[in-house]
C-alpha cells in the first residue's frame, strides 16, 4: 500500500479511471452487439438508428485509450461492413 499522500491520491485517481473505462468499454461491447444482433435478425432499419451512438461509444473508447485509433477504426469499418451487407 502506497505511504505517502500523493502516492495515496493516485491510487484514488486510478481506481476512478478504471471504473470510467470499464463502463467506457461495457457500453461499446453492448452497442456492437445490439447492433450485430439487429443484423442477424434482418432489422436493418433498427440497426442503423443505433449506428451513431455506436461509432460515439467507439470514438470516446478510442479518445480516452480504452482502445487503440486502429480498432477503433476496424470495428466502425466492419460494422458498416455488415450493416450493407
Given at each position: ?6 502516492a ?5 485517481k486510478?481506481k476512478?479511471?478504471?471504473l ?5 468499454q ?13 443484423i ?12 451513431s ?10 479518445k480516452?485509450?480504452v482502445?487503440k ?10 460494422l ?6
Amino acid at each position: 500500500m502506497p505511504i505517502k499522500e500523493s502516492a495515496k491520491k493516485e491510487l484514488r485517481k486510478a481506481k476512478k479511471r478504471r471504473l470510467l473505462n470499464m463502463q467506457r468499454q461495457k457500453t461499446m461491447k453492448d452497442l456492437l452487439k445490439k447492433i450485430k444482433k439487429l443484423i442477424a435478425g434482418n432489422k436493418k432499419d433498427e440497426a442503423k438508428k443505433l449506428l451513431s451512438a455506436a461509432y460515439q461509444a467507439i470514438d470516446k473508447a478510442a479518445k480516452r485509450g480504452v482502445i487503440k485509433k486502429n480498432n477503433a477504426s476496424r470495428k466502425k469499418s466492419r460494422l458498416m461492413k455488415a450493416l450493407n451487407k
